[in-house]
T-cell receptor
Framework: GAVVSQHPSWVICKSGTSVKIECRSL??????MFWYRQFPKQSLMLMAT?????????EQGVEKDKFLINHASLTLSTLTVTSAHPEDSSFYIC?????????????FGPGTRLTVT | GQNIDQPTEMTATEGAIVQINCTYQ??????LFWYQQHAGEAPTFLSY????GLEEKGRFSSFLSRSKGYSYLLLKELQMKDSASYLC?????????????FGRGTSLIVHP
């Protein structure tokens, strides 16, 4: 149980284009999902908290107009990287919290590796 | 703010025991996570300590001292598959969002 999927697992795009990454909780409902970014040999940095049916909460320094988050259902959150630049190349990981489970535990997706050329 | 410190890299021999330390200075603290992350994969949950003391789960144990701002992850009977990055993460005080702040991770290399 408690499986989170991400799609795509990797993507290469050209500078200036937009990329959408999907995060799905497969066997539970997730009122709250999180989006992280991880650069090589670096820590996971929280970008934003995605709340079903409401606006996402962005961490300081994360541009909300560049990283669009939509959490339209209890099992799906999407992150759209708009006007991507090479510095946006990173490993993007989502996690989801089971609405009916522990308040502290979160289940991570397998990650999406984005390369912007 | 939060400051989490753990060694960058450790090496150990298959079958041995290794202890990965984590120290933290935070403006508030509720609990501490340990996650395992293989290269190119998402982190997987290992433990969550709220109270002082040692919690054992099979080959893995996690210790917490709240007064010292210190935790360690103990791995016994090391296997090659234990080669991974081990992330320490702390959560803010109870009543909050339980959103963890992660350390940089300790890359553990297990060799034959």
């Amino acid at each position: 149980g408690a499986v989170v999927s991400q799609h795509p697992s990797w993507v290469i795009c050209k500078s200036g284009t937009s990329v959408k990454i999907e995060c799905r909780s497969l066997d539970f409902q997730a009122t709250t999902m999180f989006w992280y970014r991880q650069f090589p040999k670096q820590s996971l940095m929280l970008m934003a908290t995605s709340n079903e049916g409401s606006k996402a909460t962005y961490e300081q320094g994360v541009e909300k107009d560049k990283f669009l988050i939509n959490h339209a259902s209890l099992t799906l959150s999407t992150l759209t990287v708009t006007s991507a630049h090479p510095e946006d190349s990173s490993f993007y990981i989502c996690s989801a919290r089971d609405s009916g489970g522990s308040r502290y535990e979160q289940y991570f997706g397998p990650g999406t590796r984005l390369t912007v050329t | 703010g939060q400051n989490i410190d753990q060694p960058t890299e450790m090496t150990a021999t298959e079958g041995a025991i290794v202890q990965i330390n984590c120290t933290y200075q935070t403006s508030g603290f509720n609990g501490l996570f340990w996650y395992q992350q293989h290269a190119g994969e998402a982190p997987t949950f290992l433990s969550y300590n709220v109270l002082d003391g040692l919690e054992e789960k099979g080959r893995f144990s996690s210790f917490l001292s709240r007064s010292k701002g210190y935790s360690y992850l103990l791995l016994k009977e090391l296997q090659m598959k234990d080669s991974a990055s081990y992330l320490c993460a702390v959560t803010p005080p109870s009543g909050g969002s339980y959103i963890p702040t992660f350390g940089r991770g300790t890359s553990l290399i297990v060799h034959p």
